[in-house]
């Protein structure tokens, strides 16, 4: 936690040469000037971090940040007050490579961002999504290596076009209600342990997320509601092929045998 609080000076908006400007983990907020006001010199700027920064009075979503042409970095997480809907005009910030806008109160879906062909990372967990399954239009953000959706009751298959996003080394869908299988050819370009979380895949609704016998990728880390299912998966990993860790997330859980056994 930062040490700033009260008001956003508006003496930033004279920074009219300003490329970065981080206030986030700090107790402010901004009443007046406007969002909008204090933004409007700010054109050169190619990151912005207001995380838990309280920036709108209306709590709806700041939709005069979205025309800062040169912005690459947005991060608007961690603002329980910011609510509404996903603005469509987020498409336009075509130099997006990191957006951040989990843990907030936000509603709806999100509007497709396949315009955002530059974005490596994606967070939207902790918000208050109506039940949607992952849109197509991810499978087409080929230079994804982040995607986090944690607790965004989402629902549905594990969407096939996992094995589009070659450069993926996180993807983070815990506490969702994902079921299917993992094709055998997704993250297959990933090596050298560049997989880095694949996490608690089913969680809810008694449906189990099940591994298919022939994997070509990498492991670091496993996250797993069903420890048996870790378990399995290690028995049936190539030989050049070992898990570092395990982590397991075990609630009401019943011993049983592992498919096929």
């Known amino acids: 936690m930062g040490k700033l609080s009260g008001q956003i000076p508006r003496e930033i908006s004279q920074l009219i040469q300003l490329s970065l400007l981080d206030l986030s983990r700090n107790k402010l907020e901004l009443q007046s000037p406007s969002l909008g006001n204090l933004m409007q010199n700010l054109t050169p700027l190619e990151e912005l971090d207001l995380s838990g920064v309280d920036?709108?009075?209306?709590?709806?979503?700041?939709?005069?940040?979205?025309?800062?042409?040169?912005?690459?970095?947005?991060?608007?997480?961690?603002?329980?007050?910011?609510t509404g809907r996903v603005p469509s005009e987020v498409?336009?910030?075509?130099?997006?490579?990191?957006?951040t806008i989990g843990f907030n109160e936000l509603t709806g879906t999100i509007p497709s961002l396949v315009s955002l062909s530059k974005l490596a990372?994606?967070?939207?967990?902790?918000?208050?999504?109506?039940?949607?399954?992952?849109?197509n239009w991810i499978g087409k953000l080929t230079e994804l290596q982040e995607l986090y959706g944690s607790r965004g009751n989402i629902f549905g298959e594990i969407p096939s076009f996992l094995s589009n996003l070659t450069k993926l080394r996180i993807f983070d869908m815990s506490h969702n209600s994902l079921s299917g299988h993992i094709p055998s050819?997704?993250?297959?370009?990933?090596?050298?342990?560049?997989?880095?979380?694949?996490?608690?895949?089913?969680?809810?609704?008694?449906q189990e997320a099940v591994f298919e016998k022939t994997l070509w990728f990498s492991f670091r880390y496993i996250f797993s509601p069903i420890l048996v299912f870790v378990v399995y998966l290690e028995d049936h990993l190539p030989k050049h092929l070992r898990i570092e860790e395990v982590r397991a997330e075990v609630k009401n859980f019943t011993p049983a045998d592992p498919p096929g056994k």
């Open 121 to 135: 990372l994606l967070e939207f967990s902790n918000n208050k999504f109506e039940n949607w399954s992952l849109p």
């Open 91 to 99: 498409a336009n910030m075509t130099q997006l490579v990191r957006l």
């Open 185 to 206: 050819s997704s993250f297959s370009s990933c090596t050298n342990h560049d997989l880095q979380v694949l996490e608690k895949w089913g969680k809810s609704n008694d």
């Open 55 to 82: 920036i709108s009075s209306s709590n709806e979503f700041p939709t005069t940040i979205l025309q800062l042409p040169k912005l690459k970095v947005l991060d608007l997480g961690k603002n329980m007050d910011l």
